[in-house]
C-alpha cells in the first residue's frame, strides 16, 4: 500500500481487496456476498454479451479532512441505475440493496480511498448484467450485479485545465428516442470511432450534436454541456442526454449563488453568445472548455485564450468539491458519511 503515489493516480483501473455481488434468480435478489475475486463465469449465451443487457453507474468516494469516507448523491446512482433498468428490461435493484452494496464495498476496501491532500478519490463502479444463457432477443430470467472500487486521479491528465473540443457531424451518439438517457454500455461503444477521432485531431472529446436535425448541443462525448452567459447556467434538454448527477448538482449550485438556470433546446449558433463552457459529469466534475471547433463550417468558438478556466466554471467546481470532501456544509443533504 505505502507504495501507491497518492497525488499522481491516472484514471483507470488498479486492484483493491474486495469488490460485492448480488444475484436475481427466480424472480428476487439475493443476499449481498463479497468476494476478493476479480473475475466470474459467465455462460456464452448470456444476454449481456448478445444483446446488450448491461447497465453500469459511476460514483466516488472522498477522504475529508477530518479523515471520514463521505458518498456523494449514491441514491441518485441508484435511482438512474432504475431507469436504465426500465429502459433494457432488467430487473429494478431497489434502493436499499444498491445503498447497501456501496456502503459494503467502501469500508471493505476502506485502505484504498485516498487521503485528502492528494485530490484523488475513489471511484465506485456498479455494474448490472444479464446471465441467462439463450439465443432470441428477450429479456434474462437471471441477473448478476455487483460493485468494485478504484482509486483514481483526474480523469483529464490536464486536471482542471481548458481542453478544445470538436463538432463533428458525422457521427451520432444516440438517437433521440433510443439509450441515450440510459447509463449502458452500447452508448459509450457507439461513441469510440468519433471519440477517437477526435483524441487524434488533438481534442479532448466530441460536442455531439442532435441526431434528428444537426442544429442543437447534446453531449460531449461521456459528458453533459453547459454554457454560462451573464448570470445564467444554460444547459440542453434532449431525449438523448444521459441525466448526469453532477450537472444536476452543477444547477442546484447555480441557483444557490443566485444565477438563472436554463434547462432547453440550444442551437448550435448560440455557442457563439457564451461567455464560458464546460463539460461536466462524475469523473472531471467540470472540464472546461477552451473552444470549439466546428470542423465541418470551418469555424470556432473561443472561451479560454490564456488557458484559464472562465470565473463561474471556477467557483462551480471548487464549490462541489468542497461539499464532497467535507469542507463546506452539504446543506442538500448529498453526501453520505461511511460510518
Given at each position: 500500500m505505502?507504495s501507491?503515489?497518492?497525488?499522481?493516480?491516472?484514471?483507470?483501473?488498479?486492484?483493491?481487496?474486495?469488490?460485492?455481488?448480488c444475484?436475481?434468480?427466480?424472480?428476487?435478489?439475493?443476499?449481498?456476498?463479497?468476494t476478493?475475486s476479480?473475475?466470474?463465469?459467465?455462460?456464452m449465451?448470456?444476454?449481456?454479451?448478445?444483446?446488450?443487457?448491461?447497465?453500469?453507474?459511476g460514483?466516488?468516494?472522498?477522504r475529508?479532512?477530518?479523515g471520514?469516507?463521505?458518498?456523494?448523491?449514491?441514491?441518485?446512482n441508484?435511482?438512474?441505475?432504475?431507469?436504465?433498468?426500465r429502459?433494457?428490461?432488467?430487473?429494478?435493484?431497489?434502493?436499499e440493496?444498491?445503498?447497501?452494496?456501496?456502503?459494503?464495498?467502501?469500508?471493505k476496501?476502506?485502505?484504498?480511498?485516498?487521503?485528502?491532500?492528494?485530490?484523488?478519490?475513489?471511484?465506485?463502479?456498479?455494474?448490472?448484467?444479464?446471465?441467462?444463457a439463450q439465443?432470441?432477443?428477450?429479456?434474462?430470467?437471471?441477473?448478476?450485479?455487483?460493485?468494485?472500487?478504484?482509486?483514481?486521479?483526474?480523469?483529464?491528465?490536464?486536471?482542471?485545465?481548458?481542453?478544445?473540443?470538436?463538432?463533428?457531424?458525422?457521427?451520432?451518439?444516440?438517437a433521440?428516442?433510443?439509450?441515450?438517457r440510459?447509463?449502458?454500455?452500447?452508448?459509450?461503444?457507439?461513441s469510440?470511432?468519433?471519440?477517437?477521432k477526435?483524441?487524434?485531431?488533438?481534442?479532448?472529446a466530441?460536442?455531439?450534436?442532435?441526431?434528428?436535425?444537426?442544429?442543437?448541443?447534446?453531449?460531449?462525448?461521456p459528458?453533459?454541456?453547459?454554457?454560462?452567459?451573464?448570470?445564467?447556467?444554460?444547459?440542453?434538454?434532449?431525449?438523448?442526454?444521459?441525466?448526469?448527477?453532477?450537472?444536476?448538482?452543477?444547477?442546484q449550485?447555480?441557483?444557490?449563488?443566485?444565477?438563472?438556470?436554463?434547462?432547453?433546446?440550444?442551437?448550435?449558433?448560440?455557442?457563439?453568445?457564451?461567455?464560458e463552457?464546460?463539460?461536466?459529469?462524475?469523473?472531471?466534475v467540470?472540464?472546461p472548455?477552451?473552444?470549439?471547433?466546428?470542423?465541418?463550417?470551418?469555424?470556432s468558438?473561443?472561451?479560454?485564450?490564456?488557458?484559464?478556466?472562465?470565473?463561474?466554471?471556477e467557483?462551480?467546481?471548487?464549490?462541489?468539491?468542497?461539499?464532497?470532501?467535507?469542507?463546506?456544509?452539504?446543506?442538500?443533504?448529498?453526501?453520505?458519511?461511511?460510518?
Amino acid at each position: 500500500m505505502e507504495s501507491i503515489d497518492w497525488s499522481n493516480l491516472s484514471f483507470g483501473y488498479m486492484p483493491t481487496d474486495y469488490n460485492v455481488r448480488c444475484i436475481y434468480k427466480d424472480g428476487k435478489w439475493g443476499d449481498i456476498t463479497v468476494t476478493n475475486s476479480q473475475t466470474f463465469e459467465i455462460h456464452m449465451a448470456a444476454t449481456c454479451l448478445h444483446y446488450g443487457q448491461e447497465a453500469f453507474e459511476g460514483m466516488k468516494a472522498f477522504r475529508g479532512k477530518d479523515g471520514k469516507i463521505r458518498i456523494f448523491r449514491m441514491d441518485e446512482n441508484a435511482a438512474r441505475l432504475q431507469s436504465s433498468c426500465r429502459g433494457i428490461m432488467m430487473p429494478e435493484l431497489p434502493t436499499e440493496k444498491f445503498n447497501e452494496a456501496i456502503l459494503t464495498v467502501v469500508k471493505k476496501n476502506e485502505r484504498f480511498v485516498p487521503p485528502y491532500e492528494s485530490g484523488a478519490s475513489l471511484y465506485i463502479r456498479p455494474l448490472l448484467i444479464g446471465t441467462s444463457a439463450q439465443v432470441g432477443v428477450k429479456p434474462a430470467k437471471e441477473y448478476l450485479f455487483l460493485v468494485f472500487v478504484t482509486p483514481v486521479g483526474p480523469y483529464f491528465k490536464e486536471g482542471f485545465k481548458p481542453t478544445p473540443m470538436a463538432i463533428l457531424r458525422q457521427y451520432d451518439r444516440a438517437a433521440p428516442l433510443g439509450t441515450g438517457r440510459y447509463k449502458v454500455g452500447g452508448n459509450y461503444a457507439a461513441s469510440l470511432v468519433a471519440g477517437e477521432k477526435a483524441h487524434d485531431m488533438g481534442y479532448s472529446a466530441v460536442l455531439y450534436l442532435d441526431a434528428k436535425e444537426k442544429k442543437y448541443i447534446d453531449e460531449c462525448g461521456p459528458a453533459n454541456f453547459f454554457g454560462i452567459r451573464g448570470n445564467s447556467y444554460i444547459t440542453p434538454k434532449s431525449t438523448s442526454i444521459l441525466p448526469s448527477i453532477t450537472n444536476k448538482s452543477l444547477m442546484q449550485l447555480a441557483e444557490d449563488l443566485g444565477m438563472t438556470v436554463e434547462v432547453r433546446q440550444i442551437p448550435e449558433e448560440e455557442i457563439a453568445t457564451f461567455d464560458e463552457a464546460g463539460a461536466c459529469g462524475t469523473a472531471a466534475v467540470i472540464s472546461p472548455i477552451a473552444r470549439i471547433d466546428d470542423l465541418d463550417e470551418n469555424k470556432s468558438y473561443i472561451f479560454s485564450k490564456d488557458g484559464k478556466p472562465g470565473p463561474i466554471c471556477e467557483k462551480l467546481y471548487h464549490k462541489l468539491r468542497a461539499i464532497q470532501y467535507g469542507d463546506e456544509p452539504d446543506t442538500h443533504n448529498w453526501v453520505t458519511i461511511v460510518e
